[in-house]
């Protein structure tokens, strides 16, 4: 089956660095992506990765290993409004979108 | 601005009704979707549109119809045979190709009782 896993929920505290983990097995891959959700609003794009290694973008970056089948998120000097929850969602074969169910992050002052 | 609207933010219906959700963008985005979001579950795939006049089934159809007379606009019909319909509602859309992004309205919560 297809399935994809990230932790529920992870606090950090403001200023420093938070790194969320999703790892994927799909039938076929097309590529991950990473969403951004405040509580009881759209979730927004933050990055696509489809080949191996880092994509940095500002205060984010998203890593990819298509061969372990692993992907995280790297959150850099964490601010306040960073508290919200990180989807994960991996293309498959058909392109139909798998999701994870979401990672809660909490930052602390 | 350009983005993608739902109305209303928070429906509440009583159980047996039919009740419709409203999506409109202003993107020109030829593709549009309706997830539903369950807490604790990943998002899950009701209907999706590729083009005007058509639409397929997602994992989660049973329950639910849709229409995509103008580019802009699919709305979604909440039926009462679905069997659990109190959720999270979110409409996409994105240009169509196949790895690009998604971009999502605010949601609508539908609460049935």
Sequence with gaps: GQNIDQPTEMT???????????????????????????????????????????????????????????????????????????????????YQLIWGAGTKLIIKP | DGGITQSPKYLFRKEGQNVTLSCEQNLNHDAMYWYRQDPGQGLRLIYYSQIVNDFQKGDIAEGYSVSREKKESFPLTVTSAQKNPTAFYLCASSIGAENSPLHFGNGTRLTVT
């Design chain 1, 12 to 94: 950090a505290t403001e200023g420093a660095i938070v790194q969320i983990n999703c790892t994927y097995q799909t039938s076929g891959f097309n590529g991950l992506f990473w969403y951004q959700q405040h509580a009881g609003e759209a979730p927004t794009f933050l990055s696509y990765n489809v080949l191996d290694g880092l994509e940095e973008k500002g205060r984010f970056s998203s890593f990819l290993s298509r061969s372990k089948g692993y992907s995280y998120l790297l959150l850099k000097e964490l601010q306040m409004k960073d508290s919200a929850s990180y989807l994960c969602a991996s293309l498959d074969s058909n």
